[in-house]
């Protein structure tokens, strides 16, 4: 299984960008996906998670500014993230698992190399 995040950069505050992750290796329709995020200096935290289904989730320091999709067909789930704020600088990853109650970082099978989101202000 190979999880491959990109789109980050380097943005103003208030800009937006476009983080997309493509999967490989398993039966991505089957798969709950989630982004996470790790800050300097602080642990990794839940961002936003999308079921097989297409029901979403955010953290409530994120809903209103961000939006996660997913397109079974492509393999690829996106965050589509807005109003980006200096607090949102971390480097983002995707992950993935077959089930789970939680959306906590335990809880997801696999994970891909991590991509920066730097937010200038």
């Known amino acids: 299984v190979q999880l491959q995040a990109s789109g980050g950069g380097l943005v103003q505050a208030g800009g937006s960008l476009r983080l997309s992750c493509a999967a490989s290796?398993?039966?991505?329709?089957?798969?709950?996906e989630g982004w996470f995020r790790q800050a300097p200096g602080k642990e990794r935290e839940f961002v936003a998670g999308i079921s097989w289904i297409g029901g979403t989730v955010y953290a409530d320091s994120v809903k209103g500014r961000f939006t996660m999709s997913r397109d079974n067909g492509r393999n690829t789930v996106n965050l589509q993230m807005s109003s980006l704020k200096s607090e949102d600088t971390a480097v983002y990853y995707c992950?993935?698992?077959?089930?789970?109650?939680?959306?906590?970082?335990?809880?997801?099978?696999?994970w891909g190399k991590g991509t920066l989101v730097t937010v200038s202000s």
């Open positions: 992950a993935a698992s077959p089930d789970g109650s939680t959306w906590s970082s335990s809880s997801m099978n696999y």
């Open positions: 290796g398993l039966t991505f329709s089957g798969y709950r």
